[in-house]
């Protein structure tokens, strides 16, 4: 992802990456591994930090609803150790996301924020 985009274009564009769905999808609630999640509450959260135009606010909704959606999604212990490639992609997207999240200049942001 460029260096250049903004980190609310980063963190949606991670963010439609993680639920496979545009945030102007009009796609319901879903199972993720055991739990269901609300991808219609969450995309209307997307969209309503967006609207504020504020992009701090759409980054730290992006990476709230992430860990929820986290939360949700389960993994079998034979997916675990078969290495399944839904699990690596997992881990390899959620490693990109914690570094848009944890970069000097997000935390700074965040911390400036609170």
Do not use: C, H, P
Not at 56 to 69: G, S
Request: avoid cysteine; proline fraction near 0%.
């Amino acid at each position: 992802m460029s260096e250049q985009a903004s980190i609310s274009t980063q963190a949606v564009a991670l963010w439609e990456e993680l639920t496979g769905k545009s945030v102007n999808s009009s796609s319901y609630t879903f199972r993720v591994g055991g739990d269901s999640f609300d991808l219609y509450q969450a995309n209307k959260r997307v969209q309503q930090a967006q609207a504020v135009g504020d992009d701090l606010t759409v980054a730290l909704v992006v990476k709230t609803l992430a860990e929820q959606y986290a939360e949700a999604e389960t993994f079998t212990l034979a997916d675990i150790l078969a290495g399944n490639e839904r699990l690596s992609a997992r881990l390899e997207l959620v490693g990109r996301m914690s570094a848009l999240f944890t970069a000097e200049s997000a935390v700074a942001r965040f911390e400036a924020f609170f």
